[in-house]
């Protein structure tokens, strides 16, 4: 009976920890990947939210994060090359172009959609895998 009642109280301890262990905002509260297997992806923006007005975007324009910390955004023709790393404790992403770091909060992060926002709270992106 005692050994119940560990066990009981070990699976209810764990489940407290995982409800309790939600990294960003809008995203889910366990993830069976590590963060950076869920950014590495080829992205395509879905929409743009600025203060309450959201935006949807209907473009071929996209963005590649790679494993090794390389970027790729590529608009058309054009095509960019740059890196890019997570911030403090994987809580943000900054990307590197050109000398030019432009450092993002995330707010969801899944296989399938990445939602980043400035750091000031004012404006977020929406990705959705172009895979």
């Not at 409800?19 to 297997?37: L, Q």
């Not at 935006?55 to 996209?62: E, F, G, I, K, P």
């Not at 790393?85 to 432009?102: L, R």
Request: charged share 20%; with cysteine; net charge positive.
């Amino acid at each position: 009976m005692k050994t119940n009642k560990k066990l009981l109280f070990m699976i209810i301890a764990l489940m407290i920890a995982f409800v309790g262990c939600k990294k960003y905002d809008d995203g889910p509260t366990v993830s069976p990947w590590p963060a950076k297997w869920r950014v590495v992806n080829k992205w395509k923006v879905e929409k743009y939210i600025v203060g309450s007005v959201s935006q949807t975007v209907n473009s071929s324009d996209t963005y590649e994060f790679k494993g090794n910390g390389d970027c790729v955004s590529t608009s058309g023709s054009i095509i960019i090359t740059g890196t890019w790393e997570f911030g403090s404790k994987k809580e943000s992403i900054k990307v590197t172009y050109s000398s030019i770091v432009n450092e993002q909060k995330i707010l969801r992060l899944t296989s399938n959609e990445m939602w980043l926002g400035d750091m000031n709270g004012n404006s977020e992106t929406h990705y959705v895998s172009a895979k």
